[in-house]
């Protein structure tokens, strides 16, 4: 199978600098009379990805609408890519995600277009490019998660697994400048989870986007933190045992609407946090 | 199985924000086409499922409700000898009144329930919200298209309803009254007015609006999975199917009201 060309080595720091690309400033969100998030703030730096944890219900999944403005929260602030999205207009919010992508956690394919259609389908709404571009890139999409066989198929012919391979491929056509998965291995066998990550990795190490993860499964935010995307091999690899962690990756732990861890890997297994050590042991 | 019990303020403040939000979808649906992007092509679709696809059934129905009034006017005008009448009536009934309803009846069973169940099931799997994530507003999307496109094919329907409705009346006459059936074709073309045709031709609009928007605002407001899907598209039908017989009423009184009896 072909792999799409990589992009240039960029010249950045292991870390990423201190830009931040997406920040929550007291966000408070309730259903009815369920408070989901009480005051929560946080920050993604430009090329960080952060794994968001907590219980069924926690709020996770609702972090990840609130970032691409598809609720909007009871009170607080949020920016995204330098742009405050809780009073802007919906019209205006359609065009800062364009730079903004997001994998649901059922994939949401449109079960009515092909593979080819689903994944083309932001270029063939903005109609900007030519016919020959979006097959190109089409392809160069269906590459990076080794599904070119699939682009005439529709998301009812293809596994569980493919679908969410496809999602991530309609979410990266664009090479948006923030991502958001929505637990990406949820339901899925362990070598399928284990493509997945590595797809996020890769994603994360070569394009250098900013995410942040909602999963349910630690395992696949360990991996993440303890594994690089190696671009001579075009696979993932452990990082050198003994060697600081050089990945920017991030945790952060949901609890009754409220953040209760936001570092890194190190300090996360260091905490003395009861719940926590329970959370991750 | 839990009955939820809910306060009759609850239930009027329920009631008023779902007319209010319809309120919002309709007017989006309609402002939408005045402006760009317009999906041409989607319209295209839309109005082959919803214009060719209804095209039997409206036929059918037009056909035999057409020799039904037929029958039931014949034997009444036999009795007072004014059978050479049954054209006009025929004629009258079906356009001003039978052919519109008929044929927003059967539209919405097929299409608004189609719509909701369509929209709803999006809905629940967050396509709509996959839709909105890429850029794309699912409003000028999924609904303004359906919108123009019922409206536009309801209205065509409504005059092939008719059409073979006076028809289906002209082969009852015929058949069951021995009424010649030239006779019978002029009488039917000639009694029709202005007003009459105008009547019959405003209701197809309306009710075309009544079932796209109906349809789409109840699959857009699913919620719950597949039972919650089912819901919608029950109530779509239901709440179209009344909305079209009320305004039908209103239609007709006004149209009187305006041009006379």
């Excluded at chain 1, 960029?10 to 870390?15: K, S």
């Excluded at chain 2, 036929?59 to 009034?69: E, N, R, Y």
């Excluded at chain 2, 004629?91 to 909701?116: C, D």
């Excluded at chain 2, 239901?238 to 039908?248: G, H, R």
Aim: hydrophobic share 45%; net charge negative.
């Amino acid at each position: 199978m072909v792999s799409p060309p990589l992009p240039a080595e960029q010249n950045t720091p292991p870390h990423p600098v201190s830009t931040v690309t997406l920040e929550f400033q007291d966000v408070s969100l309730a259903f009815e009379d369920k408070q989901v998030l009480d005051g929560i703030s946080f920050q993604l730096q430009l090329g960080e990805t952060k794994a968001i944890f907590g219980v069924a219900g926690s709020g996770k999944s609702t972090i990840l609408k609130l970032a691409l403005g598809l609720l909007k929260p009871d009170s607080g602030k949020i920016f995204i890519l330098g742009e405050e999205i809780t009073s802007m207009r919906e019209d205006a919010l359609y065009e800062l995600r364009r730079r903004v992508g997001i994998v649901f956690q059922e994939s949401a394919l449109f079960d009515s277009l092909t593979v080819r259609e689903n994944v083309a389908f932001r270029l063939l709404e903005e109609g900007r490019v030519t016919e020959e571009e979006i097959e190109e890139r089409v392809r160069e999409a269906l590459s990076f998660v080794e599904l070119e066989h699939t682009v005439n198929l529709y998301p009812s012919e293809l596994s569980g697994g493919m679908r969410r391979r496809v999602a991530i491929a309609r979410t990266i056509i664009t090479h948006p400048e923030v991502l958001l998965y929505d637990s990406p291995t949820g339901g899925l066998d362990p070598v399928t989870s284990n493509t997945i990550i590595e797809l996020l990795v890769k994603q994360r190490d070569v394009y250098k986007t900013s995410a942040l993860l909602v999963t349910h499964r630690l395992q696949d935010a360990f991996t993440m933190a303890t594994h690089y995307f190696d671009r001579t091999e075009n696979k993932m690899k452990p990082l050198p045992p003994g060697t600081p962690a050089t990945v920017p990756m991030c945790f952060l732990i949901l609890r009754d609407g409220h953040i209760i861890f936001d570092g890194e890997l190190t300090t996360l297994r260091q905490t003395r946090d009861e719940y926590i050590r329970e959370y991750i042991s | 199985m839990d009955i939820e019990l809910i306060s009759p303020s609850d239930w009027a403040k329920q009631k008023v924000l779902a007319v209010q939000e319809y309120a919002v979808i309709a007017a989006r649906a309609v402002g939408n086409a005045f402006t760009s992007p317009r999906y041409l092509g989607d319209t295209t679709q839309q109005a082959d499922l919803i214009g060719v696809g209804s095209l039997p059934i409206v036929i059918l129905c037009g056909f035999f409700t057409g020799g039904a009034l037929a029958q039931n006017s014949g034997s009444t005008l036999q009795r007072f000898g004014s059978l050479s009448l049954i054209g006009q009536l025929v004629s009258l009934g079906m356009v001003r009144e039978l052919g519109p309803v008929i044929t927003g009846l059967m539209v919405a069973g097929r299409n608004a329930s189609g719509m909701a169940s369509e929209l709803g099931s999006m809905v629940v799997t967050e396509q709509i919200d996959a839709m909105r994530a890429l850029g794309t507003d699912p409003m000028r999307k999924l609904v303004t298209p359906r919108v123009i496109s019922t409206v536009i094919m309801l209205f065509f329907l409504t005059i092939i309803s008719d059409a073979f409705g006076i028809a289906g009346g002209g082969v009852a006459s015929a058949l069951f009254f021995g009424v010649d059936f030239h006779q019978y074709w002029s009488t039917a073309w000639q009694i029709l007015v202005f007003q009459d045709v105008f009547m019959g031709l405003a209701k197809p609009i309306l009710f075309g609006f009544i079932i796209s928007s109906v349809g789409c605002y109840y699959g857009i407001s699913a919620r719950g999975g597949t039972q919650g899907v089912g819901r919608a598209t029950t109530q779509a039908v239901v709440a179209s199917s009344i909305l079209i017989i009320t305004v039908d009423f209103f239609v007709t009184r006004l149209s009187m009201t305006l041009f006379g009896g």
